[in-house]
């Protein structure tokens, strides 16, 4: 099999989450470019003279449902021609997401006593965005959307001694629940949508087009130049540096991956552990700061803390994942032979000190949000400080029609996810509406018998079988109404629950049976893709381990930073030891290839240290202990022999 010769546009409108966009042209692409941008100017202009925050929502999805329809084809292959249906759509969402607006203060007044127009326009707000969910993302979130619409109305007729039962709400009821608050349409992910999101995806669209992405992949490839593991290091850094800008798991595997890939061919990697390591890097970004995920932007909403201190959650799981990446990278040079391999690039030291301006803007962002500024500001003064260092580079120039382009690009960016945060918030408002969180807990917690390790196991799953059918955004979303609070009722604090089920919300795009960033990674590659699967989970296994010590260990909470300085150390250092022996229970390797007993050991000592408790890690240091020397012992003989 040879590697795929289809473009990296392709790729990730075949295997991303998002469907991909029309390429829309003369006077609608003028148009669309416009609205785009005015949108994206008031949003600048919001996060720094705020108002009424459901106003500002109704009026972001009054702009973003019509793009949604211009830009975004009914079914795969038709054409990048808006029909008469996308701009009857397109009109039919304008006029009902105004309506709120003009009668804003009746509106809400009315909530507890709708008029039959109230409801009219709420049913087809609510059949517009799960419409616009399906043009940008697929059916199945709409489905499980409606599968909660489903409930909200039929629950009254379940039995009564049923949990899940409730009394049943009629139309009106609910229609009020989806758009006449907020706790539904208008709700927190939506909001989340239309002040972080699109701010950082209008910062990343303006890194972007001032030349970023091109630099970023570039210095990867100069970083790491004359070792063998030199390959492997340089895709899991570009990896993380373009995944700043493209905010995306399959968008960075294909992106690096297009460009990487021929590096890893030559230095030897077989087919499948390259693409492991192209899809490992590609979802690297999403779990680091400083930009995270969309649904990091929910966790500090949702807890109602700054997003520096998500970013502070963040910071030890991100190096013991790139840890764990790149222990393995190291055993997979010695294990497969790799060499270096000669790349056309320049020189680091130049090309940093020409363009390594380019990092300025991110370390901007953290800087200003320690010192106190609003992540809305901070991202403003990164985005004004990017277009500003634009003009440094005369290719890249963010002239007045190249800034107009970024913004536009940055507003397009957002239409998938806010049409995915609108369609939570349905879910959002039906959990509210009939209290489906609290029995849905108490069901979770039942199964378990109140064990708190089981309940994580089951907790875990749901997340990842929730993430195959629907975005990240979402399944954390769901995950953090339905199964945060079965984890908090046995104790787990609110930002270790919502910090495991965002973890386990992204890795769900590595995980069995569809592992998106995978799959995009063999289309590349040419590997089968299920070995090529297998071989990312190898590479992100400690990010599937290291989130159950968040929940199950007294120490856990030292792993998101959180505590002493001198416990945070020391539970750094000791994730940090399971981190390394769970890569070589995996890779097979020690100071040479580990058999089978000593693999066993390393990853029995791995779970051991990971429980963070002084009897587990003594006895954990100890089984690492004997698999190192039985290891060296065995090796010796077989040199001596």
Same mark, same amino acid.
């Given at each position: ?36 941008? &005015? ?6 202009? +919001? ?18 449902? /019509? ?6 084809? /009914? ?38 006593? /709708? ?39 039929? &629950? ?5 001694? +049923? ?47 001032? *030349? ?18 030199? /390959? ?15 905010? =995306? ?106 363009? *390594? ?16 500024? =609003? ?61 489906? &969180? ?36 979402? =399944? ?145 240091? &100890? ?19």
């Amino acid at each position: 099999m040879t590697e795929t010769t289809t473009s990296p546009d392709d790729l990730i409108a075949e295997f991303d989450a998002e469907r991909p966009a029309r390429r829309l042209s003369g006077r609608v692409a003028g148009a669309v470019t416009l609205v785009a941008l &005015g949108l994206s100017l008031y949003v600048l202009y +919001w996060a720094f003279l705020p108002g009424q925050v459901l106003p500002y929502r109704m009026t972001f999805l009054a702009v973003v449902l /019509p793009l949604t329809f211009v830009c975004y084809k /009914p079914v795969r292959g038709s054409g990048d021609r808006p029909g008469a249906v996308d701009w009857v759509l397109a009109g039919l969402s304008l006029v009902a997401c105004l309506y709120p607006l003009a009668v804003f203060d009746d509106f809400i007044r009315r909530a507890f006593d /709708p008029t039959a127009l109230d409801v009219a326009v709420g049913a087809v707000i609510s059949l517009l965005v799960l419409e616009a969910c399906r043009r940008t993302v697929g059916w199945i979130l709409p489905a499980v959307c409606l599968v909660f619409l489903a409930y909200a109305y039929y &629950g009254g007729y379940l039995p009564f001694d +049923w949990v899940i039962g409730h009394r049943g709400y009629d139309i009106d009821r609910i229609i009020v629940s989806l758009v006449m608050g907020t706790d539904g349409v208008y709700g927190v992910p939506l909001d989340v949508a239309a002040t972080y999101i699109i701010l950082f995806t209008v910062y990343g669209a303006v890194l972007d087009h001032s *030349g970023a992405g091109k630099f970023f992949v570039d210095i990867s490839l100069a970083a790491f130049r004359r070792s063998r593991s030199a /390959p492997g290091r340089t895709v899991t850094l570009a990896g993380f540096l373009l995944g700043t800008v493209s905010g =995306s798991g399959v968008a960075t595997t294909v992106s690096v991956g297009s460009v990487a890939w021929p590096i890893l061919r030559r230095a030897g990697y077989p087919r499948e552990q390259g693409g492991g390591v192209l899809a490992a890097a590609g979802i690297g970004a999403i779990l680091s700061p400083p930009t995270l995920g969309a649904a990091a932007f929910i966790i500090a909403e949702y807890m109602r803390v700054g997003y520096l201190t998500v970013l502070i959650y963040a910071l030890i799981p991100t190096i013991l994942y790139y840890l764990g990446i790149f222990l393995a990278i190291e055993i997979d040079a010695r294990k497969y032979g790799t060499r270096s391999a000669e790349v056309d690039a320049p020189r680091f030291w130049p090309l940093l000190r020409r363009f *390594g301006y380019h990092f300025s803007s991110l370390f901007v962002i953290v800087i200003l949000m320690a010192l106190g500024q =609003s992540p809305f500001r901070a991202v403003v003064y990164a985005t004004l400080l990017a277009f500003a260092l634009s003009f440094l580079d005369p290719a890249h120039r963010l002239t007045p029609r190249a800034a107009a382009k970024a913004l536009a690009a940055g507003t397009a960016g957002v239409l998938p996810v806010a049409a995915t945060c609108a369609a939570a918030g349905m879910i959002v408002a039906v959990v509210t509406l009939t209290g489906l &969180g609290l029995k849905a807990s108490s069901l979770i917690v039942g199964a378990s018998g109140g064990i708190l390790a089981v309940t994580a196991l089951l907790c875990a799953l749901a997340v990842l079988v929730l993430g195959l059918a629907v975005p990240v955004t979402a =399944s954390f979303v769901i995950a953090a109404v339905i199964i945060g609070p079965a984890l908090m009722n046995l104790g787990v604090s609110q930002a270790e629950a919502y910090m495991f089920i965002f973890y386990y919300a992204v890795l769900s795009e590595v995980s069995p049976p569809t592992a998106l960033s995978a799959f995009a990674a063999s289309a590349i590659t040419g590997g089968n893709a299920y070995r090529t699967m297998l071989a990312t989970w190898k590479y992100t296994l400690p990010a599937f381990l290291v989130p159950f010590a968040f929940v199950l260990t007294p120490a856990g909470s030292a792993l998101l930073a959180q505590g002493p300085a001198g416990e945070i150390l020391l539970t750094t250092a000791v994730s940090a030891l399971a981190v390394a022996a769970l890569a070589a229970a995996t890779g097979g390797w020690l100071a040479g290839p580990a058999t089978a007993a000593e693999r066993v050991l390393c990853g029995v000592a791995a779970v051991l240290l990971l429980f963070l408790s002084p009897v587990p890690v003594l006895a954990g240091v &100890g089984v690492l202990i004997l698999a190192i020397a039985l290891h060296l012992t065995m090796r010796t003989r077989r040199t001596r022999s």
